[in-house]
């Protein structure tokens, strides 16, 4: 099954950011992760699904550029208006991340896909997806992960969710990656539920 932009629109524009399932009032344990990539302050970074998350404003303070994608026009719009982007580091893009990424979208330093890839079910979505992540992420660059453990809920956003561990992201990216680092950690949502996830981080060695 493949994510349907109608339905995220509808989620995006009629929920307050505080109210979603996955909003988290800060980034703190993507930056741990992150604090182990160097060269941060020169990267470029491309987040596949980035909706609403804190994180771009994060990044805007670490990193160089930003690509910020989202398969929800209304997710996007409502990043712009907030966002206070006066050096122009950021560039958005509207698409499923499933299908190819445009051949002038600059490569990625530092991919980090925070709870975007379990959305995809369907075979040939996610074996597009990790194909992406191969073309578009540089020779030595980094790529983060962090998706509903084994052990986590089988739905999100009335959505199934295809969930992951170390051993399937480590085979799903190939022999060209190596894991750098991963840890488990149980995200406590809005409503006061747990939600188990695994947070890794990976190297592209060539």
Request: glycine letters at 6%; proline letters at 5%; charged letters at 30%.
């Amino acid at each position: 099954m493949k994510t349907n932009c109608k339905h995220w629109d509808a989620i995006f524009s009629g929920t307050e950011d505080q109210d979603l399932g996955w909003y988290e009032k800060n980034a703190s344990q993507t930056l741990k992760l992150l604090k182990l990539v160097p060269g941060l302050k020169k990267a470029r970074v491309f987040i596949p699904g980035a909706g609403t998350s804190v994180l771009i404003e994060e990044l805007l303070l670490k990193c160089a550029e930003i690509t910020v994608n989202d398969i929800s026009a209304e997710a996007l719009s409502r990043v712009k208006k907030r966002v206070n982007d006066k050096k122009g580091k950021i560039d958005f893009l509207c698409r499923d991340i499933s299908r190819p990424l445009p051949r002038t979208l600059p490569k990625a330093d530092i991919w980090i896909d925070r709870a975007v890839l379990h959305f995809l079910r369907d075979k040939d979505a996610i074996n597009g997806y990790f194909r992406n992540v191969r073309s578009f992420l540089k020779p030595c660059g980094y790529a983060i992960f962090l998706e509903f453990s084994k052990t986590g809920a089988s739905k999100c956003a009335g959505l199934p969710l295809h969930r992951y561990s170390v051993a399937e992201l480590s085979k799903k990216l190939g022999p060209s990656f190596e894991l750098i680092s991963h840890f488990d950690y149980t995200f406590i949502n809005p409503n006061g539920d747990p939600r188990p996830y695994i947070y890794t981080l990976f190297r592209k060695i060539k």
